[in-house]
């Protein structure tokens, strides 16, 4: 019923910069907050960044500043805005996003994409 698609990853040197997006769609009546989420080799997966439909946004430590959460609601899409890539920053990131399609929201999720910083 709903895909979340996460096109934008990639290799970058240290200190660089990438803009994954995340891009919904199926029978969406409304989403909620979205989120990106990280999974690097070997540790659980952890919450980097929020965003709600009304544009309030909140962060992991381990990313603060250097990362920017932002969406299009009229294209059921976020993104992720990451400046001053750090090796320990190399992980799949996933898109999550709270989404109406019926009476009651649901919870899903985009496959991934990898994000490796090494020079």
């Known amino acids: 019923q709903v895909q979340l698609v996460e096109p934008g990853g990639g290799l970058v040197q240290p200190g660089g910069s990438l803009r994954p997006s995340c891009v919904a769609s199926g029978s969406i009546f409304s989403i909620y907050a979205m989120n990106w989420y990280r999974q690097a080799p070997g540790k659980h997966r952890e919450l980097s960044a929020t965003i709600t439909r009304g544009g309030n946004t909140n962060y992991a430590d381990s990313v603060k500043v250097r990362f920017t959460i932002s969406r299009n609601n009229a294209k059921n899409t976020v993104y992720l805005q990451m400046n001053s890539l750090k090796p320990e920053d190399t992980a799949v990131y996933y898109c999550?996003?709270?989404?109406?399609?019926?009476?009651?929201?649901?919870?899903?999720w985009g496959q991934g994409t990898q994000v490796t910083v090494s020079s």
């Open positions: 999550n996003a709270e989404v109406r399609v019926g009476p009651n929201p649901g919870d899903y």
